[in-house]
């Protein structure tokens, strides 16, 4: 599962699909293929290539394909190895061509079905299950291929995001989307379909976004749309180039944009990883079942704000996995004498995937007998994916700006994945699994009501510009997103901040709190909430000024040494990620008005690529 790239019109195709195909290379693959439809000659051209498109567009310019239909894939392995066997799209008969993004976990016993009534399998891949579905759904009834598909959609468990051509429908192609995304780019006289809008920039700016359910008929001249059976319109949207990843658009900084994409990385993030119920574990790699399967605890390592990440992790490792997890430095982890625990899965967190120490420290632990290694990255061609066992990617796009944000959360997402799928090998109830997946299908709408804080968080960033020094306060989970917080202050406004947990505050940090201190806490309505407050009320016994990030039903209010944000309800499991975002717009808008280069800031680089 990966890139999917689609075109119809009234020009040759070829050019187009591999325009698309480039333009999602950054979300990594193995693989790349595309089918053409020859209208002509009544058949369908399929060119599979593993390795880079550019070895698919050289075999696509010595080929006879061509033709004005075709539907085009980059493909990252969860089922089969990487081969051209297994790369999409996949053919039934020779007819009948289609691209999936997505896990289908019920494939085994559908192609058990299939096998029964004659058909034979060439891959190793659950996606060659559904095209085989569509073709005896065609052979049995006297329908075409849009019925088809929704028949065949009607029993795929999982998430799927489809596109199907077929020479017997010669003039559209079919599209089904559930839990994986797709759109539809509009043309004049032409259409186009895509995973990500990315893709189709060269063509078109207006896009249909379908949405869970949906399915669509494209053809050169109209896109009609279903939802259960029922007929529908979509909104067509129209996006400016200016709000392409390396551009600031309207927003002031690039923080700031990365910042308010947060419900978008996650939303892509989370695609096609979970089914309605569960998490799919198989996105985490080929050999991800049979590892974590053994797996017993978890060791994290990574530096910085993926640290930080890691650190938050902990705490959903052992309370929903029930599962010992140790987090490490990577700068200090392999200067120690490391006693690896039988059956330990090594997991490493990097925005860039090219991080010195977290290499360094995946070189250490591939000799020390951990039982798998799983990278968490944001770029899938970057050595630590390269390096690890398993991978899994954060689809956060580019990240510009040198404070991370937009990456902090999507590895937060992808940690939270991979804590509910070991806690299913270790008796997570059904029930339980499926409170946690509904709570993380909410979590985009939640970060959208949250941004909307930015603008009473911006009034009260000015109570921070003349100050030198800030104290973050935290217990349980929000201790690390303190840290998070702490580290994203002093990253990009030079304010010397420190974060501690909220009951150390008695152990000298108490020392430093007089009103020229400020002092933030985070303070969701969870077990933790009235230690807290015993805690909060030290500081203003002391005459420190506290500025608290708060759920509604917490029980703050305003005084003169008290500011209250209230911060949109969420459970106690999504709660590091929400509380994390306030986090983020308060230390942007501190450097703002103190003038510092919030996307550069002095002597930090983005990638660090030195111990």
Same mark, same amino acid.
């Given at each position: ?150 028949? &065949?959609?009607?029993?795929?468990? #999982?998430?799927?995001?489809? *596109? !199907?051509?077929? %020479?017997?429908?010669?003039?559209? @192609? /079919? ?103 569960? &998490?799919?574990?198989?996105?985490? #790699?080929?050999?991800?079942? *049979? !590892?974590?399967? %053994?797996?017993?605890?978890?060791? @994290? /390592? ?310």
């Amino acid at each position: 599962m990966c890139g999917i790239v689609g075109a119809i019109g009234q020009r040759k195709v070829t050019d187009i699909l591999i325009e698309g195909l480039k333009r999602l290379e950054y979300r990594g693959y193995d693989s790349a293929g595309m089918a053409v439809l020859d209208k002509e000659k009544g058949r369908i051209n399929c060119i599979k290539k593993l390795g880079k498109v550019a070895a698919l567009e050289e075999a696509v310019a010595h080929s006879s394909a061509k033709g004005m239909l075709g539907i085009a894939h980059t493909r990252w392995a969860t089922h089969g190895k990487p081969s051209e066997a297994n790369a999409h799209p996949h053919c039934s008969s020779d007819g009948l061509a289609l691209v999936h993004n997505g896990i289908i976990e019920n494939y085994l016993s559908l192609k058990e079905g299939l096998i029964k009534s004659g058909y034979e399998f060439i891959t190793e891949t659950d996606t060659e299950v559904i095209v085989h579905l569509i073709h005896a759904e065609l052979n049995k009834s006297d329908v075409g291929v849009t019925q088809a598909v929704k028949n &065949v959609v009607s029993v795929l468990e #999982g998430a799927y995001g489809l *596109a !199907i051509i077929s %020479k017997d429908d010669p003039d559209k @192609i /079919v599209v089904a989307r559930s839990g994986s995304p797709l759109v539809i780019g509009v043309g004049i006289g032409e259409n186009f379909i895509a995973s990500d809008p990315s893709a189709l920039g060269q063509v078109t700016d207006r896009f249909i976004y379908l949405e869970e359910g949906d399915i669509a008929e494209v053809t050169n001249k109209k896109i009609t749309i279903w939802n259960e059976g029922v007929e529908l319109k979509r909104n067509i949207v129209r996006l400016r180039d200016e709000m392409e990843d390396t551009v600031k658009g309207d927003y002031r900084h690039f923080m700031l944009k990365e910042i308010f994409e947060q419900k978008s990385a996650i939303t892509n993030t989370l695609a096609g990883k979970l089914s309605k119920t569960h &998490v799919l574990e198989q996105a985490f #790699g080929l050999e991800a079942q *049979a !590892i974590f399967e %053994k797996t017993k605890s978890v060791q @994290i /390592v990574a530096c910085g704000t993926s640290y930080h990440a890691g650190m938050i992790a902990k705490f959903w490792f052992e309370n929903i996995a029930r599962m010992p997890c140790s987090v490490d430095i990577a700068s200090e982890y392999r200067y120690r004498n490391i006693l690896v625990p039988e059956n330990c899965l090594f997991v490493t967190v990097s925005q860039s995937g090219e991080t010195a120490d977290t290499l360094a420290a995946l070189k250490y632990a591939k000799e020390s007998g951990y039982e798998g290694t799983l990278a968490i990255c944001n770029v899938p061609s970057s050595s630590l994916v390269r390096e690890s066992n398993l991978s899994i990617m954060t689809v956060a796009g580019k990240e510009i700006g040198v404070a991370s944000t937009k990456a902090f959360t999507t590895q937060l997402s992808i940690l939270s994945l991979l804590a509910i799928s070991l806690a299913r090998h270790r008796g997570l109830a059904e029930q339980e699994e499926a409170l946690l997946v509904e709570d993380l299908q909410h979590l985009p709408g939640i970060i959208e009501e949250t941004l909307k804080l930015d603008g009473l968080i911006a009034k009260i960033s000015h109570d921070f510009a003349e100050k030198n020094h800030a104290l973050f306060l935290g217990r349980g989970v929000q201790y690390p997103v303190a840290k998070e917080g702490a580290l994203k202050l002093k990253e990009i406004s030079y304010i010397h901040a420190e974060a501690y947990p909220a009951g150390e505050l008695k152990h000298g940090p108490l020392a430093l709190v007089d009103n020229e201190m400020p002092v933030i806490a985070i303070a969701p309505n969870d077990e933790l909430l009235e230690k807290l407050k015993s805690n909060l009320q030290e500081v203003i016994a002391r005459g420190g000024r506290l500025y608290v990030f708060a759920d509604a039903d917490a029980g703050f209010s305003n005084d003169p040494a008290t500011t209250v944000i209230n911060i949109p309800h969420c459970s106690d499991f999504l709660s590091p990620i929400i509380y994390t975002i306030p986090l983020q717009l308060l230390s942007y808008h501190v450097a703002v008005i103190k003038g510092t280069d919030v996307d550069q800031p002095r002597n930090l680089a983005k990638s660090v690529t030195v111990e």
